[in-house]
């Protein structure tokens, strides 16, 4: 199934300039900014400038050059945040059962504290 990319949604108006950002790191092909909402002390979001859904959309579908430049800038981020050496955790959310809300690649970076749990118990 072809992966569907919705231009209207709330990153996608962030890359074109229409809605602010704290931004943290930009780069040719990535940004990186502060989640509105955080979960823990450090909590950063970063993102391919491309159109890509999920991880698994980019994984498929995105150049060298991008790739590396996403997992080049999340390490970065982790250290320019202060997180790389006491730990941290990255996490991207895709789908339905990921309850992903923002259907554009993201991933958070968290950390400054201890984070409990993967996964909540319910
Ligand atoms: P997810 O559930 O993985 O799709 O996470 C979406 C994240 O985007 C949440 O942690 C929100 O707090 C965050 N978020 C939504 N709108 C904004 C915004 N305008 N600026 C920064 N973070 C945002």
Redesign the pocket.
């Given at each position: 199934m072809p992966y569907v990319y919705d231009d209207q949604n709330?990153f996608a108006k962030?890359l074109r300039g229409e809605?602010p950002?704290d931004t943290v790191l930009e780069t040719e092909h990535c940004l990186a900014?502060?989640?509105?909402?955080p979960?823990a002390p450090v909590h950063i979001?970063v993102i391919p400038k491309g159109p890509y859904v999920c991880f698994a959309h980019f994984a498929a579908e995105a150049s060298d050059a991008e790739l590396v430049d996403f997992n080049r800038t999340i390490g970065k981020v982790c250290r320019m945040a202060g997180v790389a050496e006491d730990g941290y955790r990255t996490i991207s959310?895709a789908g339905v059962n990921g309850?992903?809300?923002?259907p554009h690649l993201?991933m958070?970076i968290l950390g400054g504290q201890v984070l409990g749990p993967l996964l909540a118990r319910t």
């Amino acid at each position: 199934m072809p992966y569907v990319y919705d231009d209207q949604n709330i990153f996608a108006k962030i890359l074109r300039g229409e809605i602010p950002n704290d931004t943290v790191l930009e780069t040719e092909h990535c940004l990186a900014f502060k989640d509105i909402n955080p979960q823990a002390p450090v909590h950063i979001l970063v993102i391919p400038k491309g159109p890509y859904v999920c991880f698994a959309h980019f994984a498929a579908e995105a150049s060298d050059a991008e790739l590396v430049d996403f997992n080049r800038t999340i390490g970065k981020v982790c250290r320019m945040a202060g997180v790389a050496e006491d730990g941290y955790r990255t996490i991207s959310n895709a789908g339905v059962n990921g309850l992903q809300e923002v259907p554009h690649l993201h991933m958070h970076i968290l950390g400054g504290q201890v984070l409990g749990p993967l996964l909540a118990r319910t």
